[in-house]
């Protein structure tokens, strides 16, 4: 169950960008924590228990512009720390023949 006192401090972090109503149907809208997820280049990232303003009438998720910018830094930091390494400078091989062999 979601504590109260958690949303409460949420509410306060946002300052003040809680919409009135769901803009798809104009039901009430209430704040709760959620699960994002994106699936990207066969990728899933989540991202659990943030906070969202959902819509009790159609059910429609609204995430605030801060909490999806973090979900995308996150994205974009796996990313970066899954990258495969490098390849390997290869670099040419000579011959060399050594004196007094034959």
């Given at each position: 169950?979601?504590?109260?006192?958690?949303?409460?401090?949420?509410?306060?972090?946002?300052?003040?960008?809680?919409?009135?109503?769901?803009?798809?149907?104009?039901?009430?809208?209430?704040?709760?924590?959620?699960?994002?997820?994106?699936?990207?280049?066969?990728?899933?990232?989540?991202?659990?228990?943030?906070?969202?303003?959902?819509?009790?009438?159609?059910?429609?998720?609204?995430?605030p512009e801060p909490i999806m910018?973090?979900?995308?830094?996150?994205?974009?930091?796996?990313?970066?720390?899954?990258?495969?390494p490098p390849e390997p400078v290869?670099?040419?091989v000579r011959k060399i023949k050594?004196?007094?062999?034959?």
């Amino acid at each position: 169950m979601t504590n109260d006192k958690d949303l409460d401090k949420y509410k306060e972090l946002l300052g003040g960008e809680a919409p009135e109503e769901c803009q798809a149907c104009g039901g009430p809208l209430n704040l709760e924590k959620v699960n994002l997820e994106d699936y990207q280049g066969g990728k899933l990232y989540m991202m659990e228990k943030v906070p969202a303003y959902v819509c009790q009438n159609c059910g429609e998720v609204w995430v605030p512009e801060p909490i999806m910018q973090e979900f995308e830094k996150m994205i974009e930091t796996a990313k970066e720390h899954h990258k495969p390494p490098p390849e390997p400078v290869k670099h040419p091989v000579r011959k060399i023949k050594a004196k007094g062999r034959k």
